[in-house]
């Protein structure tokens, strides 16, 4: 049988994808990267699905990236290496990145090279007490495409290019310091914690959580006259979620979301 590569679970308005090669560390064949951008595309066009969570199984390694005993097998007989952005194959940080709903990593172990570029592109990134981060890609002359365009932008400069130019690895409560991630748990505790923050995030409305990550990742660029002016993703102020949100508050009880 065909091992399955990424499991998806879903728990009410939220799925759960799961990278599936704990005996690889997790990580990304081709087979995955195409696995992972089919889901991507089915959470962003599904109207139900509100929240994306991404992990990785077997609790030692969220992703250590690119497999690269396939890259040197395919070296031995003479492939044509990938290239970023210019194969017919759409990009799978790309395709995370613009999963217009939120988006969270959960990083429970090492978290190297691509496998960290696909935890930078999710909105949120949580992580075990005993959770690794780095980009070695400069020590196997490789380019991290995504993760030099993107680590800039998600924490400061200088720290961007040190964590680039030199590979290093990094502990969780590091990364938690830099701002390149948002909770650290106990390894332990990690699933209930995650369990429960995303509960919380659920209790929001979609269509307000959806309007944030268009406006933010859409208008990141641009200066803000403009992108207060952009008006991307659904309006939430001529929704029924406002009316609800309204009526709820004055009624001293929850929302009940449906996203419209």
């Known amino acids: 049988m065909t091992e399955d590569v990424l499991l998806a679970e879903r728990r009410g308005h939220a799925v759960w994808l799961t990278l599936n090669r704990p005996d690889r560390l997790n990580a990304l064949d081709t087979n995955m990267k195409e696995r ?65 709903k939120p988006t969270v990593a959960v990083v429970d172990g090492f978290a190297l090279g691509g496998g960290c570029e696909l935890a930078m592109a999710c909105d949120l990134r949580v992580a075990s007490d005993d959770a690794i981060f780095g ?43 830099i701002g390149l991630i948002n909770r650290v748990w106990p390894k332990a505790e990690l699933d209930a914690r995650v369990d429960e923050w995303v509960a919380d995030l659920l209790t929001r409305a979609p269509l307000s959580l959806r309007r944030y990550k268009e406006m933010a990742g859409k208008g990141w660029e641009m200066p803000v006259p403009a992108n207060l002016r952009l008006n991307a993703g659904p309006n939430p102020y001529l929704s029924e979620d406002r009316i609800e949100g309204a009526r709820a508050f004055t009624e001293k009880r929850a929302p009940v979301w449906r996203g419209r």
């Open 36 to 100: 992972l951008v089919q889901a991507a595309v089915a959470a962003t066009v599904d109207p139900e699905v509100w929240v994306v969570v991404l992990r990785g199984a077997g609790g030692r390694a969220f992703s250590v990236g690119g497999d690269l005993k396939d890259m040197r097998a395919r070296d031995r007989d003479g492939g044509r290496p990938s290239t970023p952005m210019i194969e017919a194959a759409r990009n799978v940080y790309e395709a995370v990145l613009e999963i217009p």
């Open 135 to 177: 980009m070695p890609e400069s020590t196997r002359g490789m380019g991290a495409n995504f993760g030099s365009v993107l680590l800039p932008r998600l924490i400061p400069r200088a720290l961007a290019m040190e964590m680039l130019y030199f590979g290093d690895r990094m502990t969780a409560e590091h990364a938690l310091r």
